[in-house]
């Protein structure tokens, strides 16, 4: 089989699949460099967008950089090659949290996930309240399944383990909401109509709060006069799914980014909307809480899911090259 040229159609492919992928209050804390003599893309840590009071460790960056790289999995098997990817590959070199290797298709070697390839540019996160129809057991199997695909795990809990996980979110958006410091740095990321910055969350892609308060979506306005949105009814009985590791160290993150994103995408192919929640995992305490106490589970993100409408979008910047390892800087 004849491996495709890296030529600037392919790469474009590539880095516009790598930044559709979720992030962070959409930091999109990542660069893209090249190695043409290995034909190796290589994925870094972008420092200048931080979050230091909300992901101290950088841990939701190492989750996003993985959904990154699970994007540029998913569209280079689409393109037809089959991506070997190696986390951390150069201790010398922190920010450099993986490469993508572009290699040759072994024959029948198609990776199942490059049927994904669609659902990348339509995944996006809703905040918006859903119906409340709940998601088939088939839908949630295959989401669990592609978790574990990706050395992580997604638990599907019944009532009584969601509202335990629903409580530990609402108190960790509680303490948020009474620090003056985590509020305006949650509201720095929020862009307001008219605003040409590619990152952050757009005011029409918050979504308004829950007005019975059951659901702990997130407040990024605070108490900003004309940002908030009224208040809406959600689904009384919530779907939400725990995404865990065994361990918890910067590749587990890593890998554990790649496994939301490809839980994400196949959602997304069902035609179910999703939304992260996020708060526990900021307040140690209630991270630990928020894992059982019957096994060694590593809390990483709670991923609410369910049907309703899809919710705003958000931008992303230009997908590009850095100079960092190839020479010239490809736009």
Request: with cysteine; net charge positive.
């Amino acid at each position: 089989m004849q491996t495709p040229e890296v030529d600037a159609a392919a790469l474009e492919t590539l880095l516009s699949a790598a930044v559709a992928a979720p992030s962070i209050h959409n930091t999109q804390p990542w660069r893209f460099g090249m190695d043409p003599l290995t034909r190796a893309i290589e994925v870094r840590a972008d420092r200048r967008r931080p979050l230091p009071l909300a992901d101290p460790e950088r841990r939701a960056l190492h989750m996003s950089v993985g959904a990154a790289v699970f994007n540029l999995r998913v569209a280079a098997a689409h393109l037809g090659w089959g991506p070997v990817v190696h986390l951390l590959p150069d201790r010398g070199d922190p920010d450099l949290l993986a490469t993508v290797h572009l290699t040759a298709l072994e024959p029948g070697g198609r990776p199942s996930y490059r049927a994904l390839y669609e659902a990348v540019e339509r995944r996006h996160t809703s905040r918006m309240p859903f119906t409340g129809r709940p998601v088939p057991e088939p839908i949630t199997t295959e989401m669990i399944t592609a978790a574990r695909g990706e050395h992580a795990h997604l638990d599907v809990p019944d009532i009584v383990g969601t509202r335990r996980l629903l409580r530990l979110t609402g108190a960790a958006e509680t303490r948020n909401a009474g620090h003056p410091a985590r509020t305006a740095e949650a509201r720095a990321w929020i862009s307001t109509p008219g605003d040409k910055d590619p990152y952050g969350i757009p005011v029409t892609a918050l979504g308004p709060l829950e007005a019975a308060g059951r659901m702990p979506m997130r407040d990024f306005t605070g108490q900003v006069p004309g940002m908030r949105l009224p208040a809406l009814r959600f689904e009384r009985h919530a779907q939400v799914a725990l995404l865990w590791t065994a361990r918890d160290r910067p590749e587990d993150w890593l890998r554990a980014g790649q496994a939301l994103e490809r839980v994400l995408l196949v959602a997304t192919v069902h035609g179910v909307r999703t939304s992260m929640l996020h708060q526990a995992m900021e307040w140690p305490d209630l991270r630990a809480a928020v894992g059982s106490p019957r096994r060694r589970c590593f809390p990483q993100l709670l991923i609410r899911f369910g049907y309703g409408p899809e919710g705003g979008r958000t931008p992303r910047a230009a997908a590009r090259l850095t100079a960092d390892r190839c020479g010239a800087g490809v736009p």
